[in-house]
């Protein structure tokens, strides 16, 4: 977080933070949404099978495969994930992203309530680069996008769904990308069906005593 403070930090954390404590709207569900780089490593010996009282055991040494994007949307009050693997992370990834949300996950929905980062491909311009213009502007209309701020990455439930996932799932060696996306396919399907609604408390209030030090003093 920023080291004193930043009217513009603590603008986007209350904006976040306001729209966390909506209550639940089936037809303007809020869906967080992040993504993270995952290295597909392999074996370069058969690991040991595990034995009565033994684990199993890999061999110290192992092969870099390249790298897998893992995309992340999580709707907290409902209790439903998201995820997609691709080979990049470019605009046009973030796109296809966006509009299977869109189209297949909420269908019925006005609007999507989009909370994620500031990164330069989370934007309407990536909706225009992947599609033509009338389905870019349709797509883009059905968004209601809202960026934590920057160094406020903490602020993303979807953070925390991935750090969740990369315990349960991806703590193992995975060295190809069609594999990790039957893995992580299998993980959200358990995931979901444990109905995990996510209790957000961290409130505006608890902000501005616990953050007071980021808030800009003046004086009336």
Not at 97 to 119: C, E, G, H, I, T
Request: proline share 6%; aromatic share 8%; glycine share 4%.
């Amino acid at each position: 977080m920023p080291e004193g403070p930043s009217a513009e930090f603590v603008a986007a954390m209350e904006d976040v933070l306001e729209v966390y404590h909506r209550p639940y709207d089936a037809e303007r569900p809020l869906v967080c949404m992040d993504e993270c780089s995952k290295q597909l490593i392999g074996e370069v010996r058969e690991p040991l099978p595990p034995k009565p009282g033994h684990v199993a055991k890999e061999d110290s040494e192992y092969e870099r495969k390249g790298t897998a994007n893992v995309f992340m949307a999580v709707e907290p009050l409902a209790g439903r994930r998201t995820t997609q693997v691709t080979e990049r992370r470019t605009r046009v990834d973030w796109a296809h992203f966006v509009q299977r949300l869109l189209s297949s996950v909420y269908p019925r929905a006005k609007k999507v309530v989009l909370v994620m980062d500031n990164l330069n491909t989370h934007g309407i311009a990536s909706l225009y680069e992947a599609f033509a213009p009338e389905v870019a502007l349709a797509l883009a209309n059905r968004l209601e996008i809202h960026y934590t701020p920057k160094h406020g990455s903490w602020l993303n439930m979807a953070e925390t769904e991935l750090s969740v996932l990369s315990r349960q799932c991806l703590d193992r060696r995975i060295d190809d990308r069609e594999w990790m996306a039957h893995e992580i396919a299998a993980w959200e399907t358990a995931r979901n069906a444990a109905n995990a609604t996510i209790n957000w408390q961290f409130q505006t209030h608890d902000a501005r005593i616990k953050l007071k030090r980021l808030y800009p003093s003046f004086s009336v």
